[in-house]
């Protein structure tokens, strides 16, 4: 009786598991909206695990700079990868280049797609006009996902009718080359998309970590916060911007001091960062605006992408 029990134990929970793997969607067609760094490098690794890519954006030029950005990434990653073969270096290049194809209507290509990935500008009202209009033409079965770094998910969600096929997809720059990915689940989130993002970040060879929809996440919520206290420490005069570096690359072990990331990062998204969630919680003393980075803001010195920040580059 113990054996026929446990026979049948484990004939239900291997037919639960199939039928649960079997619910989970596997990710092929991918669309990625942006095709900015974020989202060019988000296309790049899909192609080059074995995805059919469409990268949209508004004008044919941007995209001609995409492609041509991904392909010089990819020669630079197989002149390192394929160092003793570089043939099979050049067929890979080929492949990736071949899985990647470029459109400037979103509309008409993701009544196709498995998922569609939005990498566009930090803006509630621009990402909510744009998932409300292919909520319309996409399939029933496609996954929405936002590349997003500090704004909720759930708000951007709302806009469409697909708020269980919606979660977040947070990579990091240059994507190529950062292994971390950011799983947002929000409350309406199914465990099927969640599943699903899952595995398609393996699939990217990525390592996913997950998260509640909380403001910045894991790795932006506690990165931000320490950038801004450096900051805050600089403006009180407590040590020098040179120092605390130095200290926090010494000391904490870290590639780059908290300045150095601010200019790299640029200052204009650290602000945009700040000032979003300083809104959501004002009495929040990590939330608190920098005057330094205000003014710098105000004056277009944005870090090393206007060659001047915290630090001045040629």
């Not at 650290?270 to 959501?280: A, P, S």
Request: proline fraction near 4%; include cysteine.
């Amino acid at each position: 009786m113990a054996f026929v029990t446990r026979q049948f134990v484990r004939s239900v929970s291997s037919s639960s598991t199939a039928s649960a793997t079997a619910k989970k969607i596997v990710i092929k067609q991918v669309a990625v909206i942006g095709g900015g760094l974020m989202g060019a490098g988000i296309a790049q690794v899909a192609a080059a695990t074995g995805h059919t890519v469409v990268l949209v954006d508004q004008a044919d030029d941007i995209l001609a700079k995409s492609k041509k950005g991904i392909e010089e990434s990819l020669k630079k990653i197989a002149k390192k990868k394929f160092a003793d073969n570089p043939q099979a270096g050049s067929e890979f290049v080929e492949k990736t280049l071949s899985n990647v194809s470029t459109n400037t209507d979103a509309a008409s290509v993701v009544h196709s797609m498995d998922l569609v990935v939005e990498a566009i500008v930090e803006n509630l009202k621009v990402k909510n006009e744009l998932f409300k209009r292919l909520d319309k033409f996409a399939s029933e079965h496609t996954i929405f996902a936002s590349n997003t770094s500090s704004l909720q998910i759930t708000n951007i969600a709302n806009a469409t009718t697909r708020q269980d096929r919606f979660a977040g997809l947070h990579f990091f720059n240059p994507v190529p080359m950062m292994k971390l990915v950011e799983v947002i689940k929000t409350p309406m989130t199914s465990q099927k998309t969640f599943e699903s993002l899952l595995d398609f970040s393996k699939a990217l060879g990525k390592h996913p970590v997950t998260c509640k929809d909380t403001p910045g996440f894991i790795v932006n919520r506690l990165l931000v916060p320490y950038l801004m206290e450096a900051v805050r420490l600089y403006e009180r005069g407590d040590a020098s911007k040179e120092d605390i570096d130095v200290a926090m690359k010494l000391g904490a072990g870290y590639p780059m001091g908290p300045f150095e990331l601010l200019d790299y990062v640029g200052l204009d998204t650290t602000k945009f960062i700040m000032d979003g969630w300083h809104e959501m919680d004002t009495q929040n003393p990590l939330f608190q605006p920098s005057p330094s980075v205000n003014k710098m803001v105000a004056e277009k010195k944005l870090g090393k992408k206007t060659g001047e920040g915290f630090y001045k580059y040629k």
